[in-house]
């Protein structure tokens, strides 16, 4: 079992930063594929960032290239994501998530449905 909880969400203008951090407890000394996920109302979750807490590619959707930075502190069992240069489309709720299974690999996506564990999100309201 691992516990996830997320932090650092809140609301911001058009051109602001943030850093959401996902602090992980419970079987952490195993390796885990760990992924952030947006939602807005009425659509589905979407995978933004992921990498393995062993080491390989991350990923970033092609949205938030060059703008987020996904990062994991080992010694922490803490994931992260810096946000800059936020834009109101960035709105939404941000969920961490992690599953056991290798996705350090070039062609990964994250999906939804490849996690078995979640945290209960964190709020991000970006304003014009």
């Known amino acids: 079992q691992l516990y996830l909880v997320e932090s650092g969400g809140g609301s911001v203008q058009t051109g602001g930063s943030l850093r959401l951090s996902c602090e992980a407890s419970?079987?952490?000394?195993?390796?885990?594929?760990m992924a952030w996920f947006r939602q807005v109302p009425g659509k589905e979750r979407e995978g933004i960032a992921s990498?393995?807490?062993?080491?390989?590619?991350?990923y970033l959707t092609d949205s938030v290239k060059g703008r987020f930075t996904i990062s994991h502190d080992n010694d922490k069992n803490t994931l992260s994501l810096d946000l800059s240069d936020l834009k109101p489309e960035d709105t939404g709720s941000y969920f961490c998530?992690?599953?056991?299974?290798?996705?350090?690999?070039?062609?990964?996506?994250?999906?939804?449905?490849?996690?078995?564990?979640w945290g209960k999100g964190t709020q991000v309201t970006v304003s014009s």
């Open positions: 990498l393995y807490t062993g080491g390989g590619r991350t």
């Open positions: 419970g079987r952490t000394a195993n390796t885990w594929c």
């Open positions: 998530a992690a599953d056991g299974r290798w996705c350090g690999y070039a062609e990964y996506k994250p999906e939804s449905s490849h996690f078995e564990f």
